[in-house]
């Protein structure tokens, strides 16, 4: 980044490069961790939800990518201790992977706290580093609308499983 730009920035540039490469790897273990749920899932209704997540997944990436945009600009270099930087973390996938319904509520827990992250983040640079602020808050109305649309999608998801799962139960009784 040019003189200029690194002299506006009224926060030890060195923080704001730890802030971002936390961000950027929450960013990265979120692209990785809904791309893993798309593989492993299995079960009637599982393509859709494939689909949804190969997407996101692809959002969050690209997320990533406008991270890595800054902590460049900025001088510094990309974390690649993913684990230790984040604070969102990794979910691994449930035991049953054919449960859709928690496979939904881990990527609403993954979405509300990337939330809260960008909420506390866009507030301390606000007016303090005006590019890494618009940053976080472009991010975080990206990961606000993520989590209306998860929250939209739960009760259908829900209502399908529980239809599957009586139906399941009705034709084992009819086999005794
Ligand atoms: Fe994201
Ligand atoms: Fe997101």
Same mark, same amino acid.
Request: net charge negative.
């Given at each position: /980044?040019?003189?200029?730009?690194?002299?506006?920035?009224?926060?030890?540039?060195?923080?704001?490069?730890?802030?971002?490469?936390?961000?950027?790897?929450?960013?990265?273990?979120?692209?990785?961790?809904?791309?893993?749920?798309?593989?492993?899932?299995?079960?009637?209704?599982?393509?859709t939800l494939?689909?949804?997540?190969?997407?996101?997944?692809?959002?969050?990436?690209?997320h990533?990518?406008?991270?890595?945009?800054?902590?460049?600009?900025?001088?510094?270099?990309?974390?690649?201790n993913? /684990?230790?930087?984040?604070?969102?973390?990794?979910?691994?996938?449930?035991?049953?992977?054919?449960?859709?319904v928690?496979?939904v509520?881990?990527v609403?827990?993954?979405?509300?706290?990337?939330i809260?992250?960008?909420n506390?983040?866009?507030?301390?640079?606000? /007016?303090?580093?005006?590019?890494?602020?618009?940053?976080?808050?472009?991010?975080?109305?990206?990961?606000v609308s993520?989590?209306?649309?998860?929250?939209?999608?739960?009760?259908?998801?829900?209502?399908?499983?529980?239809?599957?799962?009586?139906?399941?139960?009705?034709t084992?009784?009819?086999?005794?």
């Open positions: /980044m040019g003189q200029k730009g690194r002299e506006i920035v009224e926060i030890d540039v060195n923080e704001v490069i730890k802030d971002l490469n936390s961000a950027y790897a929450d960013e990265w273990l979120a692209h990785y961790q809904y791309f893993l749920y798309a593989q492993v899932i299995d079960g009637i209704d599982a393509e494939k689909n949804k997540l190969e997407e996101q997944s692809n959002d969050e990436l690209n990533a990518k406008e991270l890595i945009k800054r902590i460049r600009e900025l001088g510094g270099e990309p974390s690649t993913l /684990m230790d930087v984040s604070t969102c973390g990794f979910s691994e996938p449930p035991a049953d992977t054919s449960d859709l928690s496979i509520e881990l609403l827990k993954g979405e509300r706290c990337a809260e992250k960008y506390n983040l866009a507030k301390k640079y606000h /007016m303090k580093d005006l590019v890494t602020h618009e940053i976080f808050e472009e991010l975080l109305e990206d990961e993520d989590e209306e649309d998860w929250e939209n999608f739960l009760p259908g998801l829900k209502q399908k499983q529980s239809r599957q799962q009586q139906s399941a139960e009705l084992t009784t009819t086999i005794r």
